[in-house]
Each structure stands twice: as C-alpha cells, then as structure tokens.
C-alpha cells in the first residue's frame, strides 16, 4: 500500500475520534551512532620536527572490525604560526587583507558601501573603479571574472594543500519593491490567488485538525502561517549577510541557471582532481513546490509526533521513537482507519514493522508516490473521507514547472558524477529546508552508491538540527549509500527570528550563540562517531571558529581518524581566516575555501555582503589582523621586504 493508499484510509477517521487521543509524558533517554568507544592513553613522542605541525602515532581503526590496526599519526596544528599561515601571501596581499578588514570596521563605510560603490564608478569612471576593486575588496574576496581567469589563484591555493568550492556568485541587484514583488508572484499559487481573504479564517475543527497536522475542509484556510508568503518577507536578503538569494523569474531563466551550475561543475573538474561545486534549489525553480512539499512533510512528520506522544515517547529524539506496533494498530483501529486485521495486513504487505515497532524512517517510506509530482502535496481530509491535494488544484503549468524543478536537480548531479565533482547543496530558510533536505536527500540515494557525490547542508543554528542529521545517517546505513554532509551554523537567523515573530509561529532557532556552538559540536561528534565505525560517512566542518576546528582534531586523533583517509573536510570563505585553512591544508588536512567568481559589477551584492559579514567578525575579534600585523611586522623586520609565496 502507497502512501496515497494509506492516507486515503487515514481519512475515514473522524475528527470526534481524534480528539479522544491523549499525549502522555514523554520518556528522556540519550541515543549515541555506536557503542562507546575505549579511549587511548598513548603518551604524545614529536616525530618529525615542524613549524605547524606535530606527529605522534596512533591506532586507526580499520574499515572492518576484523582486519589488524593501523598506526597513523597523531597531529597537532599550532594556528599562531605566522610564517606557516601567510606563507602563500606576499607582503601587498597581506597589506591588502589588512586594509580591507580595517576598512570592515567602520560603520559608515559598511552601512554605505553600495552608495559609495556606485559614487566610485561615477567619478573615476568603469575601468578605474574596476581597478580599484580589484585592489582591495574584489581582489580580498573574489578569484576572477570567469573559468580561465580564477585558474592562476586555485593552483596557487592547491600548491599549498587549500582545494576549492566554485561558486559563481553573480546576483540580480533587485530593489525591495521588485523582490518582493517577485516573491509573491512566484510562491503563491493560483488556486491562492483565486481564493479571497480565506486565509486567515479558520473554524474550531480546522484549528485541531491543523495541531496535529492533518488539514481540514478549508482549503487555502488550512495552509499554515509558515509555509505561505508573506509581503513583509517577500525580500529574503533582508537579515542575511552571508548567502545569495535567487528569486524566480520564469522556467527560462531557471534554465539559464542551471546552465551557470553546469558549467561551475565543468570548471570545477578543470582545475583540480577533487573539487567540489555549490548549487541552491531555488534558483532551479518556483519556490511555490518548495513551500508546499515542506509543508506536506511536516504535516506527516508531527502526525508521527502525535502517535509517539500516544505512546508515551514525546520528549525522546526522533531515532528514539518508535512506535509499537500493536500500540499503533490500536490506534489507527481507534481513529477508524480500518479493521485490526487490515492494518496489520497492510503493514505486512509494506515489509514495516517486522521488528514490532515502526520508526520514522519507516513513516517517511510512505511518502514515495512520485508518478504524478502533485501526489507528493497530498493530504487526507477528514470530513469528507477523500485524499485531496494542498491545494484544491494546481494548473498544467505549474504541474510542469514542478517537474522541471526535479528534472534541473538531477540533471546537475549527473553532470557531477560524470566530472568527477562534489556537489554541496545549500542551506535555505526554514520554510524551503524540508523540501530541499528530502530533494537533496533522494540524490543521495540515487547517486552516492559508490562514493560521496551530493552533500546535504545542515544548519546547527536550528532547534531540529541534531534529529535530522541522525535521522538522514541512519538512513544512509540501512540503505547502505554514502552520507555527505556540510555542517554550517547558519545564514538565516535574523530573517527567521523576525519572521516567527511578526507571523506567529516557533522559532525555529536556538536561543543563542553557546547554544548553537553546543549543537554544532554535537551534531559533529554523531557524525564522527559514524565514520568511525562505518567508512562511509563523510563531513565538511564549514566554520571560521578556531574552536570548532580544534575540537574537531582533537575528536579525529582520539577516534584515529586520519587526514588522508579523506572523511573529514574544512571549509572557509576566500579571504578569511586563512590562518586556519593553509596551516590545515600543509598538514594534509583536506581543506577547501569558497571560491567566489564573476564580473566585478555582477559581484557587488556579494561584496557588500562580505563587507557586513566582517564588521561583525573584525570587530568581535581582532585575531586575524593582529597576526597578518606580525607576520608583516617579522618580514620587515627580517629584511623580507619582497617577499614571495614558496611552498618549500
């Protein structure tokens, strides 16, 4: 029985049935990726003599449990090695760094930065400003204008053990009235359109049945707060400093777009062996399906919420709950799905429960109809007994944009395989996430078979962050595919805070800033332990927090975890903090910067964003000007007053 099949019988269950469902006290307990493992006590002995550097051996595990030990070396990064850091620097582009982050300082210039950008041009005319920019923010920032162009610094980076993510950063420079305009045009659909003020009506029964997840009679009037429109956020660049955005135009320039994205995949296999390539899902179509799926997903997942409740298991995680089937086949008999021994019938014929208890991966299973994309927006009604779509219709076009959207995405991973490139699908906002997360998490069953092709992004600044992450791990080990993950804190919180305020509903964001760190790492240990016991998992640890990235070596050397076995990955912005990723990268580490590209006039949004990004990094903290000032300080010093980059 499909999903279809199964909410279809879902439904005849009333609303009066429904209510009687009592939520007990949930049960606490802690889940880990695998057993506990014995800690090593060796004594740390310096092998080999280095600036940077420092190797002690260790055991490593082995990827079957039966084979004999390994020995690696431990390694242990001094990040205040000046010489080593800066050593792929000559003394302009320290110079230029010092500059450019001073300038980050000053709120006038950063508040301004687009106006006096725009001044710039106007007095000096396109080529010197060109020049200019090229000079300080630009050339700090940005590798070049096209594919030939950005191949000088990406060797140069890789000469010094520092890979790269492409990203071709050229974005619209829309006013606020025009994006929100856009917005509004693209996520809202024209059964919505139809449908007059509705939207914010909701009868007594609407309101329960929208509790638990399970929309009633209304149509527009059942769609939640969160995953709808809203004009006053139609410009997602408001509160964010550190990602694009992409608004939707029509399915040509979709098309346009995902050419851009092909060819960043073939200039990423062209410059180096190992590379890896970004994409965002809304610039691959109308954000419209995005909204819909999510909400779709959600809906489903808190109806499974509401059984683990009933039985007594609300406050554990998501692996944790796991419904008992004879409990569940209670229920579902109760809320009038069918008879005793049809559902148990239809579990069986569903290869679910034979281990007597039926998990959410199992629950997210049902959700797997895909001959008609609008199958996958399908939710029961309750009053009328029929299964009927989010929306009471969708138009042939936007049934064929859908599609579209879901055709771009494979096409792109398929053109990743074939150039042997990682493809690293970005985060988005909370109300787009599920459906990018389950979008991208079907590539990863499609084509990460062999070896990690798509990786998932996931933001820790996100209450749920942990439960998903372990859920999509557990998943990739029953199917047997290789995970891939980019571990972020995230882009979006000032928007998302707003916005959960201002609409009504939970923020979606952990309290603050130790609380998000404490999630990150958290998240980061599962998924650690997980390679540790299964070769398969694979990380990115994206962050410009010393902190985290010696919390993640010290996990590694206790683990065995070594650098050349190519599981665990660091990632940062180009232009920043380069006193982690080049020391890193000189120990073998694989690490990766963000390398940004395209015409100096198309990249102004993006540099006006790095611009805000680092008023708020340089003035929370000085370290990175105070160690590009010793090292120049040493050079002069030492008589280096051209110096030069050397690998030696």
Request: hydrophobic fraction near 35%; glycine fraction near 6%; charged fraction near 25%.
């Amino acid at each position: 029985m499909s999903y279809t099949k199964f909410a279809t019988a879902l439904v005849r269950a009333n609303l009066d049935n429904i209510k009687k469902i009592r939520i007990s006290p949930g049960r606490f307990r802690s889940t880990v990726a695998s057993a506990q493992r014995q800690e090593q006590g060796e004594k740390e002995q310096q092998l080999d003599e280095c600036a940077v550097v420092k190797t002690v051996p260790v055991e490593l595990i082995s990827q079957t449990k039966n084979v004999t030990n390994r020995h690696v070396n431990k390694i242990a990064i001094d990040f205040d090695n000046t010489q080593e850091a800066y050593k792929s620097k000559d003394n302009i582009e320290l110079l230029r760094s010092l500059l450019v982050f001073k300038l980050c300082t000053f709120d006038v210039l950063v508040d301004k930065n687009k106006e006096l950008m725009a001044l710039s041009k106007k007095v000096f005319g396109q080529r010197m400003f060109e020049k200019m920019m090229k000079m300080t923010f630009y050339g700090q920032f940005v590798a070049g204008e096209d594919h030939n162009s950005i191949k000088p610094l990406i060797q140069k980076n890789q000469a010094f053990g520092v890979g790269a993510v492409l990203d071709y950063s050229v974005e619209e420079d829309l006013t606020q009235e025009e994006a929100e305009k856009k917005e509004m045009d693209s996520c809202v659909s024209e059964a919505e359109k139809e449908s007059p003020a509705g939207s914010n009506f909701y009868t007594p029964d609407s309101v329960l049945a929208i509790r638990i997840g399970i929309p009633s009679h209304t149509d527009v009037a059942h769609r939640e707060k969160k995953y709808k429109a809203h004009r006053q956020f139609g410009d997602r660049r408001g509160g964010v400093i550190s990602a694009r955005t992409y608004f939707y135009a029509d399915e040509a320039k979709c098309d346009n777009q995902m050419e851009t994205f092909i060819n960043c995949i073939k200039a990423s296999a062209g410059t180096s062996a190992d590379g890896f390539s970004a994409i965002k899902m809304t610039a691959l179509g109308r954000p419209q399906f995005l909204l819909q799926f999510s909400e779709v997903l959600v809906k489903w997942r808190r109806f499974f919420n509401l059984l683990a409740a009933q039985q007594g298991k609300s406050g554990m995680t998501a692996l944790e709950q796991k419904l008992e089937l004879e409990q569940l086949t209670e229920s579902l008999t109760k809320l009038g799905v069918g008879t005793k021994n049809d559902i148990e019938n239809w579990f069986t014929g569903e290869k679910l429960g034979s281990s007597g208890t039926i998990d959410l991966l199992d629950w997210n299973s049902l959700i797997n109809d895909t001959t008609k994309i609008s199958n996958l927006l399908m939710v029961p009604n309750l009053e009328t007994g029929q299964l009927e779509p989010l929306l009471k219709k969708f138009t042939a076009e936007e049934e064929r944009q859908m599609k579209r959207m879901l055709q771009r995405v494979d096409v792109l991973a398929k053109h990743a395989m074939e150039n042997g490139v990682r493809l690293m699908v970005d985060a988005e906002q909370t109300y787009f996430q599920p459906a990018i997360s389950r979008l991208t998490l079907e590539m990863q069953r499609k084509f990460n078979t062999e070896k990690p092709i798509i990786f998932n992004t996931y933001q820790c600044y996100l209450k749920e962050a942990y439960d998903n992450v372990t859920v999509d791990v557990e998943l990739s080990r029953r199917e047997g595919w290789y995970f891939g993950a980019k571990l972020v804190r995230g882009a979006y919180m000032y928007q998302e805070r707003d916005r959960a305020k201002e609409i009504g509903y939970e923020d979606p964001i952990n309290p603050d800033y130790e609380a998000t760190n404490r999630m990150y790492h958290k998240c980061l240990e599962y998924v650690l332990e997980e390679i540790e016991h299964n070769r398969k998992a694979n990380i990115m640890v994206a962050t410009h927090n010393e902190d985290t990235v010696k919390f993640t070596l010290e996990k590694m050397n206790e683990m065995g975890l070594s650098p050349t076995e190519n599981k665990v990955y660091f990632g940062q912005l180009l232009g920043m903090c380069d006193q982690i990723s080049f020391p890193l990268g000189q120990a073998g580490f694989p690490v990766y910067k963000y390398v940004p590209y395209g015409p100096v006039n198309e990249v102004i949004p993006y540099l006006s964003r790095r611009a805000q990004e680092n008023r708020g990094f340089m003035k929370g903290s000085q370290r990175e000007r105070s160690l590009l000032w010793k090292e120049l300080k040493r050079r002069l010093l030492s008589g280096q007053i051209v110096s030069k980059p050397s690998v030696v």
